[in-house]
């Protein structure tokens, strides 16, 4: 799909720290590389920042880090990279070589050959010291990003409990739902109609748990598909308790918006929260850049669209058929609304955390 082929970030990242030149950049990542830790430099500002994969690396690489930001004139780092860096340069000669051929017509497919012999012998010379990417199963991806995928098997859980959102008297329904069923068939109801009657009472929950209600294929597939694909890279690269916060404070926004506009206290949908968390990692990459995923604008409109066309579907759906409920489209629009005041309103994840982090990993 284009939204995720537009999705820069296809690697789950952890930030390690700063350098303030380029050139010793390179050469620490190199070095990181010669132990076997794959990682990249990235522009930060007038300093490289250190993206590290493997979050099983993450004290080791700090640790080294701060061995080369104390002095990184020792040989040590030289000598040691010296082979990674003596195989890149010999795949990019090659390349330039097979390339140069091409252009003179003495190998139609050299080019071709070139980027895989290239390869070949940077990944022959490096192969002890690259740690080759699989891809993750759920156990390990749970773990990675435990929120995105509880969100994800929560709403897959009440969707189905809820025979895919249809049954207003199933116990998911009745705990879920901004205001019980139940008590919007009782005759008082036209006479009072408060759809937070139950959020008065004491029930709290239901200013988030709509969220989790779905009432189509449409409407859970492409929600839940945006929160994977958005939330586990977001989570990793920041941290579970930022991510849940602004989940949180978007969803209870989209919520009480969607009720006071609407009117209508039996809706649901996750696009609020999503649609915020898109809203807040597309306004993070004009004032905080290298925080979370890259997102082209193209794909953030595409995404926003695919959403409400997917909720809207699933309500003509549901109107032909009859059920009292809403697809929660007026939730994203308060969601990215939200999403954005807290991009600008929310400091920065500053290196600080970071050390903080790595004093705590190493007692």
């Given at each position: 799909m284009l939204p995720v082929a537009c999705i820069h970030e296809s690697q789950f990242m952890r930030h390690i720290g700063t350098i303030p030149d380029l050139e010793?950049?390179?050469l620490f990542v190199d070095y990181l590389a010669a132990n076997k830790i794959d990682a990249i430099n990235d522009?930060?500002?007038?300093e490289w920042a250190i993206w590290v994969r493997d979050e099983d690396s993450l004290v080791q690489s700090r640790e080294?880090?701060?061995n080369f930001l104390a002095d990184p004139t020792q040989p040590e780092f030289e000598e040691k990279a010296a082979p990674i860096r003596a195989a890149r340069k010999q795949a990019q000669e090659l390349l330039i070589r097979k390339a140069d051929e091409a252009v003179r017509g003495k190998s139609a497919g050299s080019v071709q050959g070139a980027t895989e012999t290239g390869a070949g012998s940077?990944?022959?010379a490096t192969a002890d010291s690259v740690a080759t990417q699989q891809p993750l199963t759920m156990a390990q991806m749970t773990k990675r990003a435990p929120l995105t995928m509880?969100?994800?098997?929560?709403?897959?859980?009440?969707?189905?409990?809820?025979?895919?959102?249809?049954?207003?008297?199933?116990?998911?329904?009745?705990?879920f739902a901004f205001c019980?069923?139940?008590?919007?068939?009782?005759?008082?109801?036209?006479?009072?109609?408060d759809g937070m009657t139950d959020i008065r009472r004491g029930e709290f929950w239901r200013l988030v748990t709509p969220s989790f209600l779905h009432f189509g294929l449409a409407h859970i597939g492409l929600n839940l598909f945006f929160l994977f694909q958005l939330g586990r890279i977001f989570e990793v690269r920041n941290n579970t308790a930022r991510m849940a916060l602004i989940l949180l404070l978007c969803a209870i926004a989209g919520n009480i918006g969607q009720y006071l506009c609407d009117g209508w206290p039996l809706f649901g949908g996750l696009s609020g929260a999503v649609s915020g968390l898109l809203a807040f990692i597309s306004v993070r990459m004009v004032t905080k850049p290298n925080e979370g995923p890259k997102i082209a604008p193209l794909a953030v409109l595409m995404i926003l669209l695919s959403i409400g066309l997917a909720g809207s579907v699933d309500q003509l759906a549901n109107d032909t058929i009859g059920n009292d409920i809403k697809i929660a489209n007026w939730a994203q629009l308060f969601g990215v609304v939200t999403g954005a005041i807290l991009a600008v309103a929310?400091?920065?994840?500053?290196?600080?955390e970071a050390e903080a982090a790595f004093t705590d990993a190493k007692a």
């Open positions: 010793k950049a390179q522009s930060q500002g007038s080294l880090l701060q940077a990944t022959d509880t969100i994800i098997y929560i709403c897959m859980f009440v969707f189905f409990t809820t025979q895919f959102g249809s049954n207003m008297r199933s116990i998911s329904m009745e705990s019980n069923p139940h008590r919007v068939n009782e005759a008082a109801w036209q006479d009072s109609a929310m400091p920065k994840k500053v290196e600080v």
